[in-house]
C-alpha cells in the first residue's frame, strides 16, 4: 500500500497570526509555522494503516523552503520519504491553483491511499480533498472520523453533526480525517536522528511542467482584497446590584437569548 | 518566537546557540550524528511532551499525595501515563552511548531538554532522572554483565532506579550510615538496614527497581573509605532477564512532603526478613566496583547530579517568573505617581517600578541560573570529547569548581525567585488558586537534598579551592579574566572592571582564610564564602551574555542587556561586604555556644 500524506505548513494557531499588508497574503515569515494540526491526524492514520498493511509513506508538501520543518517532523514521526514543492511564483496561490500543483505532483507519484487533514487552520477552506478528486479522477471521501481499508476498498465514517455517514469507495482514492480519528503520536528521539536520513525530493513547478505563470498571486482565482481585525472588545454591561442583582442578570442573558 | 509559562524557548535558543555555540560540538566524534536540526526537533519535542503530559498533572500529583494501600503505592494515574510517553519517545536513553540503546546526545543539549521537564512537573520527572543518573554510575563503574542486565531496561523505561545514600542517622555524614553487607560464597552480598529519604524508593510504575545502595562491608576502615557500593533490586533477575524471586526490601513507610509530592519519598527496609530470596532473609547485592570504594563511584557520578538538581531549582524559579510576569501584565492595581486621578482606570501592576524590580530580580535570577547550568553541562562535554588531553582536564578542573555553586546557587537564588513571583502575585499568590505556591514549596527542597547548602559549602571551600594547590581557583580566575578582556573597550567594561576586583578579592580573601593556620575559622563562615563566589560566577555568566548581545536589536537583546545591567548594579555590590566579613576572620557564629541561645 503506497500512501500520500499532505501537509502543510501553517503559522501555528496558538500564537499571533497575521496577513501581510502588502499583498493581503498569509504573512508566513513572520509566524511562527508548524504542522497543519489536523494533518498530523492524516499522518497518523497512514502510518496506522501502514503498520498493518505494509508499504509506504510518502509526505508531499507545497510551501516555501522553510516548510521542511514539518516536512522533517512527519518524517520523524514515522513517514518514509518526503516530495517538497517549492517554488517562489506559487507564493500567493488560490486553493485551485494549489490543487493543480498537488496534483501534478501526485501524478509523479504512485498511490493507493491519499490522506490529508479535513481543513487547515490558515485558510479554512476545506476543499483540497473534491478538487484534487476532481483533478486526478479519483473518488473522495472527505471528513473522516474512522478509516477502514478492506481489499481494494476504502471505507470511511464520515463526520456529520449529528451522527456519521458510512461512505466507501475503490481505491485509489482520497481521504481527508477530522481529529476525532485517532491520536497521532509523538516523534521519538530515534525517529529525529532517522529523519535526517531519510529521502527529500525538492521539486519546482519546471519539474512538474507547469506553467508558472498560470499560479501565484497574479493570476489567482480569488483574492483577499481587504482585512480588518475584529474589533476590539466593548465596555460590556455593568449590572448594579439593588437587591435586584440576580434579577436583572437573568434578565440580561434571556435578553442575549443565552437562556 | 513562541511564548510559554514553564520556559523560555528563545532563552535556550540564545544561550545553547547564540552564546554557547553548542552546534561546534557535532564536529566531535562522539557528536557527529548530531546537527542544529536534531538539536531543534529534540528540543521541540521535549517541550511538547513536557507542555502536554507533565504540566498538566503538576497540581493535581500535588494534592493527592502517594499512599500506600494493601502494601501498594498508590499515585495517580496521569504520572505513569506521563512517563510512558517520556519513555517511548526515547528519553531516557538520550545521553547514553549508542551501543546502550541512547543517541549520544550532548550532555549540554541533554540538560536542556530536561530542565523542561522540571519546570513542568518536578515531582513526575524525578522517576526518570534518578533512573538516567543510577544507569550513568552503572556505565561508568560496573561489570559489563551487570551493565547489559540493568541499563537496557533502564534505558528502555521499564525499570526505574534510586540512588539509596541516605539512613535516619546519617544524612550528610554518609561515613556513619550502619547498613551493612555480607559477602556471599557465590560471590553476591546481603544487606541489612535501613535507608531514610529514598525517592522513588518504592511505587507500582514500572515491574522492577533497582536501588543503588551504600552499606558497610567487613574489613573496610571506619569512615568514608569503608563504603561499598551494591546493586539491590527489588526483584531478583534471572540468567535471562527475566524476573525472579522478590528481594528483601520492603517499604517501611512514605514520607510527608511539603513538596516534590508526585516523588514518592520511602523509608526502605532492607534485609529484616519479609522476603526470604534463596530460602534466606536478607537482601541480595552485587558489588559494584571494588570493595570500600563506593563513595568515589558516587561522588565521580554526582557532578551531573548536582548540575541537575541546579537545573531543577532553576526551571521551578523560571517558571515561576514567567507566571509572575504573565501576572503582572495582566492584574490591574492602582495608578501611577504622575497619574492618581481616581477617574483613570487602574493600570497593570508591571508599570509600578516596584513590581519591575522584583520581575527585574527574577529575570536576572533564572536566567543566570540557565546560562550557569548550560555552562556546566557543556563543560561535562568538554571534560568528555574535547580534542586534547590539557583541555580535557582544564574542563575537568573549572567542573570541580563551579559544581558546589551551580548546586547551590540556583538552590538559593531561583528559590527566592518563586519567593517574589508569590509577592508579584499579591494575595493572591497565597492562595492554591495560583501555581506559585506549589513552585515554591517544590523548590525549597533543592538547598537539603543532594549535599545541603553548608555541606556544598564546606566542598567549595574546604576541598575545591584548596586542590592541587589552589589551581582550580586560579583556573576560575583566568577563565572570567579572558572574558573581561574581552569586555575592554566595550560598553560592558565597567562590569568588567568590577569583576577583576571581585576575583582578585576572593583570592585574596582565600588566602587570608587559609593562612591564618585553623581550619575552625577558616570554615566557620564557608556559606558566605559560597554565596559571594556564587554571585561572581553568575556577574560573570551575565558578563558573558550581554557580550554576546553585543550588534543586536529587539526586546530580547534589549531585556538581556537591562537583566545584566541589574544584576551589576543590585546584585554585584552584595558580595564587596561578604568579602569583608570573611576577611575579618569574624568569629561570632564559631564562638557562640548551644547554650547561650
Ligand atoms: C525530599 C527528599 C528526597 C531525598 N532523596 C534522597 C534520595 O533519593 N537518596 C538519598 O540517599 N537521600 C535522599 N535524601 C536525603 C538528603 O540527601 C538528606 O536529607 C541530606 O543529605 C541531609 O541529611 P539529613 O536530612 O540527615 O540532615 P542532617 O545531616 O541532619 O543536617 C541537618 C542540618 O545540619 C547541617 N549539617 C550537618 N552536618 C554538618 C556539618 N558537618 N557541617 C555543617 N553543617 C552540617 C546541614 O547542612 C543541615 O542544615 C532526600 C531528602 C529529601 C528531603
Ligand atoms: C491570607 C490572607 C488574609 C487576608 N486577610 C484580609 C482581611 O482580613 N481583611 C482584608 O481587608 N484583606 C485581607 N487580605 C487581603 C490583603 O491585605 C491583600 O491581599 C493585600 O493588600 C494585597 O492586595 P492584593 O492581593 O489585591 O494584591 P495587589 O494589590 O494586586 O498587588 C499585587 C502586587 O502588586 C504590587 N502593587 C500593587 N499596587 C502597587 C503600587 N501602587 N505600587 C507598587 N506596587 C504595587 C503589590 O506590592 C504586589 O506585589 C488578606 C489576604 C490574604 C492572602
Redesign the interface.
Known amino acids: 500500500m503506497n500512501i500520500v500524506v499532505l501537509v502543510k505548513q501553517v503559522p ?1 494557531s ?2 499571533e497570526r497575521k496577513l501581510d499588508p502588502s499583498d493581503n497574503t498569509v504573512a508566513r515569515a513572520t509566524a ?1 509555522n508548524v504542522i497543519n494540526e489536523m494533518d498530523e491526524y492524516a499522518i497518523e492514520e497512514a502510518l496506522t494503516v501502514k503498520e498493518a498493511q505494509g508499504g509506504e509513506v510518502t509526505v508531499l508538501t507545497v510551501g516555501p523552503d522553510t516548510a521542511t520543518d514539518a516536512i ?2 512527519a518524517l ?1 514521526m514515522g513517514a518514509d520519504k518526503a516530495v517538497h514543492v517549492s517554488d517562489p511564483a506559487i507564493h500567493g496561490s488560490c486553493a485551485v491553483q494549489t490543487s493543480a500543483v498537488i496534483a501534478a505532483a501526485l501524478s509523479q507519484l504512485e498511490y493507493d491511499l491519499v490522506l490529508c487533514g479535513a481543513e487547515s487552520t490558515d485558510g479554512q477552506v476545506s476543499v483540497m480533498p473534491a478538487l484534487l478528486s476532481e483533478r486526478l479522477g479519483i473518488p473522495q471521501l472527505s471528513g473522516a472520523r474512522k478509516l477502514t481499508i478492506e481489499g481494494s476498498m476504502a471505507k470511511i465514517e464520515r463526520q456529520t453533526d449529528g451522527g456519521y455517514w458510512e461512505v466507501e469507495a475503490p481505491l485509489p482514492a482520497i481521504v481527508s480525517t477530522w481529529d476525532t480519528i485517532n491520536e497521532p503520536r ?5 525517529g ?2 532517522a ?2 536520513k531519510k529521502p527529500v525530493e525538492t521539486k519546482t513547478l519546471a519539474d512538474l511542467g507547469i506553467d508558472a505563470s498560470t499560479v501565484g498571486l497574479a493570476t489567482a482565482t480569488s483574492k483577499v482584497v481587504d482585512f480588518a481585525g475584529r474589533p476590539p472588545k466593548g465596555e460590556g454591561v455593568k449590572v448594579a446590584d439593588e437587591g435586584d442583582g440576580a434579577d436583572k442578570l437573568v434578565g440580561y442573558l434571556a435578553a442575549q437569548k443565552i437562556v | ?3 510559554s509559562l514553564v520556559l523560555s524557548p528563545r532563552d535556550l535558543e540564545f544561550l545553547l546557540h547564540e552564546w554557547l555555540q553548542v552546534e561546534t560540538l557535532t564536529k566531535r566524534e562522539r557528536y557527529a ?1 548530531h ?1 542544529r ?2 538539536f531543534d ?2 528540543l521541540e ?1 521535549a517541550e ?2 513536557a507542555t502536554e503530559q507533565f504540566a498538566p498533572h503538576n497540581r493535581k500529583a500535588d494534592e493527592n499525595e502517594p499512599h500506600v494501600v494493601d502494601g501498594k503505592v498508590v499515585l495517580i494515574p496521569e504520572v505513569a501515563a506521563a512517563l510512558r ?1 517520556f519513555a ?4 531516557t ?2 545521553a547514553l552511548p549508542e551501543e546502550l540503546g541512547g ?1 549520544q ?1 550532548p550532555a549540554v543539549v541533554n540538560q536542556a531538554v530536561h530542565v523542561w521537564f522540571q519546570a513542568a512537573n518536578i515531582g513526575t520527572s524525578a522517576y526518570p532522572f534518578l533512573t538516567m543518573a543510577n544507569a550513568n554510575l552503572l556505565v561508568a563503574h560496573a561489570t559489563p554483565e551487570q551493565v547489559q542486565t540493568y541499563v537496557p531496561p533502564m534505558a528502555e523505561g521499564r525499570w526505574f532506579g534510586t540512588m539509596a545514600l541516605s539512613e535516619p542517622q546519617a544524612g550528610s555524614s554518609l561515613a556513619d550510615i550502619t547498613t551493612r553487607a555480607v559477602p556471599q560464597d557465590d560471590g553476591s552480598y546481603r544487606l541489612t538496614g535501613n535507608k531514610m529519604w529514598i525517592s522513588a524508593g518504592d511505587h507500582e510504575l514500572t515491574e522492577n527497581i533497582v536501588h543503588l545502595v551504600l552499606a558497610k562491608a567487613p574489613g573496610g576502615p571506619a569512615g568514608v573509605k569503608g563504603i561499598s557500593l551494591f546493586i539491590v533490586p527489588k526483584f531478583l533477575v534471572r540468567e535471562d532477564g527475566s524476573l525472579g524471586e522478590r528481594n528483601d526490601v520492603v517499604l517501611a513507610g512514605l514520607n510527608h512532603k511539603m513538596g516534590y509530592r508526585g516523588t514518592t519519598n520511602t523509608l526502605l527496609n532492607f534485609g529484616e526478613g519479609v522476603h526470604t530470596p534463596g530460602g534466606q532473609p536478607g537482601a541480595v547485592g552485587f558489588l559494584v566496583g571494588e570493595q570500600h570504594r563506593g563513595l568515589t563511584y558516587m561522588f565521580h557520578m554526582m557532578n551531573e547530579a548536582r548540575i541537575g538538581v541546579g537545573m531543577g531549582a532553576t526551571g521551578l524559579g523560571y517558571t515561576g517568573y514567567l507566571h509572575a510576569l504573565d501576572y503582572a501584565r495582566d492584574r490591574t492595581q492602582g495608578r501611577p505617581l504622575t497619574g492618581k486621578d481616581p477617574a483613570t482606570p487602574p493600570v497593570p501592576i508591571i508599570e509600578h517600578p516596584d513590581v519591575r524590580r522584583m520581575l527585574l530580580a527574577g529575570k536576572s535570577y533564572v536566567e543566570g541560573g540557565l546560562a550557569l547550568g548550560l555552562y556546566c553541562a557543556r563543560l561535562v562535554d568538554e571534560e568528555r570529547t574535547a580534542e586534547d588531553e590539557a583541555e580535557r582536564q582544564r574542563a575537568h578542573l573549572l567542573l570541580e569548581m563551579l559544581t558546589p555553586i551551580a548546586k547551590s546557587w540556583p538552590s538559593q537564588w531561583c528559590l527566592a525567585a518563586d519567593d517574589l513571583a508569590i509577592q508579584v502575585h499579591g494575595g493572591y499568590g497565597y492562595t492554591r488558586d495560583y501555581p506559585v505556591e506549589q513552585f515554591y514549596r517544590d523548590n525549597r527542597l533543592n538547598p537539603i537534598h543532594e549535599g545541603t547548602h553548608g555541606v556544598q559549602a564546606l566542598d567549595l571551600l574546604g576541598r575545591k579551592v584548596v586542590m592541587s594547590g589552589g589551581a582550580g581557583l586560579s583556573l576560575l580566575g583566568e577563565t572570567i579574566a579572558a572574558t573581561t578582556a574581552r569586555a575592554a573597550g566595550t560598553q560592558w567594561a565597567d562590569l568588567g572592571e568590577q569583576l577583576d576586583g571581585l576575583v582578585q578579592q576572593l583570592g585574596a580573601v582565600t588566602a587570608t582564610l587559609w593562612g591564618q593556620g585553623d581550619p575552625q575559622v577558616a570554615l566557620a563562615n564557608a556559606s558566605v564564602y559560597l554565596e559571594a563566589a556564587g554571585h561572581v560566577v553568575v556577574g560573570w555568566l551575565w558578563l558573558e551574555q550581554a557580550l554576546a548581545t553585543e550588534g543586536r536589536d529587539g526586546d530580547f537583546y534589549t531585556g538581556k542587556r537591562q537583566a545584566a545591567r541589574y544584576f551589576q548594579h543590585w546584585e554585584l555590590p552584595k558580595v564587596g561586604p561578604q568579602l569583608a566579613l570573611l576577611a575579618s576572620l569574624d568569629t561570632t557564629v564559631l564562638e557562640m555556644r548551644s547554650d547561650w541561645f
Open positions: 501555528d496558538g500564537s511562527d522533517r517532523k520523524s509523538y516523534p521519538s528521539f530515534k529525529i536522528m529523519a535526517k | 518566537m513562541r511564548s550524528e546537527s536540526e536534531t526537533a529534540v519535542l511538547q511532551i510517553v517511548e519517545a526515547g528519553m536513553a538520550a543517541l546526545l
